[in-house]
């Protein structure tokens, strides 16, 4: 097996291939992990049920989502097992609003990069490296990048905004079952026009203004075209980029590549679905009502 070229103490220190204490008598053997769990093997569902019972006990959603992002650095199987059983209760928490205080206070919080690319407009060059290491042999097929100007409705983070990528990548896993070791979460650093997080000394991002023009789309085109390169059967997903860029960049990008950006065409998705359940409730047709603009 693909395990077996892992030491004990990596199989147990990566989120895709440790189980935690559901590891079997007969896997703990084989891969040398005796004495590194309690001797207790859990199923997954005993898992689950003592996870959620220590979730409960968290006073607020900040810190409920800072539990389950542990556990996300943890143990992915045992995260989505979790959240897919408690989706409803989570979606607010892991994703929209709580993801909000996550990003705005990203830095002062920091304790992992939960599989992240963080790529900076000040050091192009090592843009291939830094996916190929992140992806670390992974067929990565989806792919959420964000240059994190237009984040939900609290406006520009900077390399902050990763969480966004993170997060949206949790919601396809868990609502729509796409494999998580086949995602890669991505930011673009190119600046920042927040001034609280320019004064900020513990700010992880780049420490100027945000970039824009030539320099700011060649930037997120070699982006592209190295993404493509090493994930030819990539879907990119553009996520809260801001007003000035994400409609040009989709444009320039639609007819090359399978791309998709959520604030643009999922916000239209969002108002057809409505139409057409509208129309089917009242048995009218699209073409007969009256629209405004």
Known sequence: MLILK???EQIINDPFLNKGTAFT??????YG???LLPPAVQTLDQQVKQAYAQLKTKPTDLAK??????????????????????????????YDPTIADTIENYSALFVNPQNA???SIDDPDHIESALKHSANGRDIRLLVVSDAEGILGIGDWGTQGVDISVGKLMVYTAAAGIDPSQVLPVVLDVGTNNEALLNDDLYLGNRH????????????????????????????????FGRS???????EYKDQITTFNDDIQGTGIIVLAGLLGAMNISKQKLTDQVYLS
């Not at 800072?66 to 097992?81: A, C, G, I, W």
């Open 65 to 94: 989502r800072q539990f389950l992002m542990t556990l996300f650095n943890e143990n992915h199987v045992l995260f989505y097992k979790l959240f897919s059983e408690h989706i409803n209760e989570f979606m607010p928490i892991v």
């Open 209 to 240: 203004k945000r970039v824009y023009g030539p320099k700011y789309r060649s930037f997120v085109d070699q982006f592209v075209t190295t993404a493509e390169k090493l994930f030819p059967n990539l879907y990119l997903h553009f996520e809260d």
């Open 6 to 8: 892992y030491t004990p």
């Open 33 to 35: 992990l005796n004495g």
């Open 25 to 30: 008598q007969a896997e703990r053997n084989q």
């Open 117 to 119: 690319t963080y790529l």
């Open 245 to 251: 860029n994400a409609a040009d960049i989709l444009n």
